[in-house]
Nanobody, 120 residues
Framework: QVPLVESGGGSVQAGGSLRLSCVVS????????MAWYRQAPGKQQRELVALLTGGSSPIYGDSVKGRFTIVRDDTKNTMYLQMNNLEPEDTAVYLC?????????????WGQGTQVTVWS
């Protein structure tokens, strides 16, 4: 297992900002794809927030485009999610994920999540 540990969640007023961190306990270089997902209260499905794969441009969910930024720093084994202009609809548990390998050898890893609450 390659534990992923999120931090940085909290409670913030609408319009505010938070920065989430996801620390990879082993070399982040093994992860060719990393992403942030979120799971809102009462919803079973996880929603893609932002994704980085290979050298491609980041992919963002429609609801966060222009407000959130995903960055990975391999020198610190850490991925970040900068969240600006937060809205109450952003309230959710935010989860970090990473994938190693391809095809038959692909493996997915998930963190435990960090709670983000936005109040108006």
């Amino acid at each position: 297992q390659v534990p992923l540990v999120e931090s940085g969640g909290g409670s913030v007023q609408a319009g505010g900002s938070l920065r989430l961190s996801c620390v990879v306990s082993e070399s982040i270089g093994r992860m060719h794809t990393m992403a942030w997902y979120r799971q809102a209260p009462g919803k079973q499905q996880r929603e893609l927030v932002a994704l980085l794969t290979g050298g491609s441009s980041p992919i963002y969910g429609d609801s966060v485009k222009g407000r959130f930024t995903i960055v990975r720093d391999d020198t610190k084994n850490t991925m970040y999610l900068q969240m600006n202009n937060l809205e109450p609809e952003d309230t959710a548990v935010y989860l970090c994920s990473g994938q190693t390998g391809v095809g038959y050898n692909a493996q997915d890893y998930w963190g435990q999540g960090t709670q983000v609450t936005v109040w108006s």
